[in-house]
Structure formats: C-alpha cells, structure tokens
C-alpha cells in the first residue's frame, strides 16, 4: 500500500501498480451479487452503529451526507476474480471525516459496512482509516452509475474489491471481529491482493475472527 498526498491537486494518489495474477480487461466490468437498489432520497439514511463513543446510534440523512467535506483518491481495483481496473478517480467523504461526526468506542478494532440487500463487508479499523478508503459518490468527477453503487459505495483500494462495498447504508463499529457477506463464504478476512489472500484457507492464525 504506496499512497502519497498531492498537495498541488489536493488529491491522495496510490502508486499505480498490478499485483500478483491480476490483468487488465478490456473494457470496465461491473460485478455484483442481486438486483441494483433503486435511490430514494427521502427514505435513505446512512447509519453509523454498534460500539459508538455515545453508545447512540448515528442517522444521517442523503443532504447531510452531501454536505460533508470531500476527498479526492485516484487508485486502482482489483478484483480476486483477477481483473484490475486501473487509475480511478473517486471523491467522497473519507472515514475520518465520517468518525469525526459519529466517533467510535476507543476499544473498536474493526468495521462491518453494510449494503442494500444484506450485503456486507468487514475490515479491520486499520484498513478503513488508510489513506485510500472512501465512501464515494463520484467515480470520474461523475456521480457513481448506479450499478457502480449510486449513491454511495465504499472504496478500499489496497484490498480485494468485494471489499468495496456498493449501495452502502451504513457502518458498524465493532469490539470483535465478524465476517461479511463473502468472508463468511469461503474468502479471505483480510483480502490483501499484494499477498494474494484470496480465500479463507489461507489465513493466518489472527487474521479472522476467532
Ligand atoms: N453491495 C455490493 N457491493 C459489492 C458487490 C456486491 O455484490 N454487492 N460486489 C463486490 C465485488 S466482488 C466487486 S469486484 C466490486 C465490483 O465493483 P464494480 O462493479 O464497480 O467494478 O464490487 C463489490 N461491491
Ligand atoms: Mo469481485
């Protein structure tokens, strides 16, 4: 994980690189799990839950949302079904900003981010605090397409993409590690493409939960 800080820009940018057994495609795949979730701006919320400093639930609405301060990161994706899309540019808001508003538990070590439909994500804290996560809502300085998980999706650069969860909804602070969607469907906890952690038989004692 290479990120530097383009103070010029005012941009994070990742040292653009292919990992082991990755190519590029032709073309820009799109790749999920179900149906693409209608938007309604009325009804959606995002949710910051489980261990929060407050012990209270957090509810953000689509216009809070907006109004929180934007990063900008151009990195690459890798899928484990071994495509690489390269040099994205997403903007949103980063998890530090969003912690800012709705602070953790100071003993949570990891995060489950949840989808639309169910689906969900974990990640240690270290790696949703890196450089390069985001919960974006521009791919390309356009709003995300809807397969590409408009309105907002999160984006962690530095592992596996099933990772990066599209049509979040919310965020759940965790005291204990747990398994997400995939995670708990044979693939790995950690999902480092540089190590090539592509499923859960190769994990190291400490790399799950328990
Ligand atoms: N909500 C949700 N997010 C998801 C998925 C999914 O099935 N549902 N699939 C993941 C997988 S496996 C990949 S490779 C990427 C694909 O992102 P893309 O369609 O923008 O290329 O989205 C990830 N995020
Ligand atoms: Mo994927």
Known sequence: ???????????????????????????????????????????????????????????????????????????????????????????GVSPADLMALAPPDPGVRHVMVWAEYGYSANLRMSDFKAPGTLLAMELDEKPLSPDRGFPLRVVVPHLYAWKSVKWVRGIEYLLEDRRGFWEERGYHNVADPWGEQRYSYQEEPGEGPP
């Open 1 to 91: 994980m290479a990120f530097d800080h383009d103070t010029a820009r005012g941009v994070i940018v990742e040292q653009s690189r292919l990992p082991p057994g990755q190519y590029i495609p032709r073309g820009r795949p799109v790749i999920h799990y179900g149906r693409v979730p209608s938007f309604k701006p009325d009804t959606w919320d995002l949710f910051v839950s489980g261990a929060t400093a407050s012990g209270e639930e957090h509810r953000f609405t689509w216009a809070e949302v907006e109004r929180m301060p934007r990063t900008t990161v151009i990195a690459d994706f890798h899928c484990v079904t071994k495509f690489s899309l390269m040099g994205n540019e997403w903007s």
